[in-house]
Every structure is written in structure tokens, then in C-alpha cells.
């Protein structure tokens, strides 16, 4: 079976990967889709984003990642891939993707999400709060791995 599992990843977190390192062990391709949503304001170009992924994920030969812009229902037409995967972390998640999770069902009937309840020690981790802690100079090598520690710190340096 394989599954998408989309979202902004600016940057990926060990929260992110957690669900990944499960995901590839129950099912057989996960396909990591990383959003390209030009209204959305993120720190990390999409190719930044994507190439970040692409380092922390090559020793998994089951999971690739690639880009979608538009709508996830359309996007997962065309990889002819029905089921999409969530994090949950907090009651806070549930609301935003119970709606998301039944707005795509109703786009279209087959799609199914499947939602992964984080990992107890991840579950306050979030791509937002890492940067935040970065910006202040505070130390992130407990949430993402080294070489996003690294375009992270260089990153803020340009902004
Ligand atoms: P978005 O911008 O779509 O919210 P993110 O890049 O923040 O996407 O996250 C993608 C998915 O990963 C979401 O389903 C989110 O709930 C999940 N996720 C993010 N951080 C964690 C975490 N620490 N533990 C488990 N799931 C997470």
C-alpha cells in the first residue's frame, strides 16, 4: 500500500520523521509531498525544503519525496494514491484535521486519511516552535536533526 503523507515540513522536525520511521514499516511506499503554497509564508524555499528531506530520508528505500501545489485531493489523482497519512499531536490538531480529513472525502469519495497519534516526546514539537526557539538563539539539536540545525541557523542569519 503506499500513502502520501503531506504538509509544509519548513523544516522537518523529528516529529515529522517519527511518523515516517513508523509509517515505513506498515506500509510499502510512503510518498513524503512537500506543499508549495505560495500564499503561505515560510522560511525555507520549497527546494530547500525538499532537499532537507531528501538527505535526512535517503536511508529509506520506501519513502520519496516530491511537491504538490493545489489541492491535495487532485494531486493525489494523479499519483493514483488514495490514502493520506496525519500526525496528531494535540486535541488542538483534531479540529483542523477532522475538517481537512472530511472537506477531501467530500472532494472526493475514495480518499481516505489515516491520522498517526504522535510519539508522547514529540508531541509539543511543531515546525513553528522550533524556529521560534532558533530565532532566540536557544538550542534545537533535541527537535531537528544536525543538518537542519545548520540551514536553520544559517537561514535565520539571512532574514
Ligand atoms: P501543515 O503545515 O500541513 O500543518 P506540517 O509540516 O506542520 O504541516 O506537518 C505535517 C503533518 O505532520 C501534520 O499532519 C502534522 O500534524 C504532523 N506533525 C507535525 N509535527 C508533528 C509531531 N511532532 N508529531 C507528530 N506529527 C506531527
Known sequence: MVVIYPGSFDPVTYGHLDIIDRCSKKFDKIVVSVLNNKSKKNLFTIEERVKLLEKVLEKYDNVEVDTFSGLLVDYAKEKNCT????????????????????????????????????RGKYAYLSSSIVKEVAMFGGNISCFVPEIVEIALKEKIKEV
Do not use: H, P
Not at 89 to 109: I, T
Open 83 to 118: 490514502t493520506m497519512i496525519r500526525g496528531l499531536r494535540a486535541v488542538s490538531d483534531f479540529e483542523y484535521e477532522m475538517q481537512m480529513a472530511l472537506v477531501n472525502k467530500k472532494l472526493e469519495e475514495e480518499i481516505e486519511t489515516f491520522f498517526m497519534v504522535a
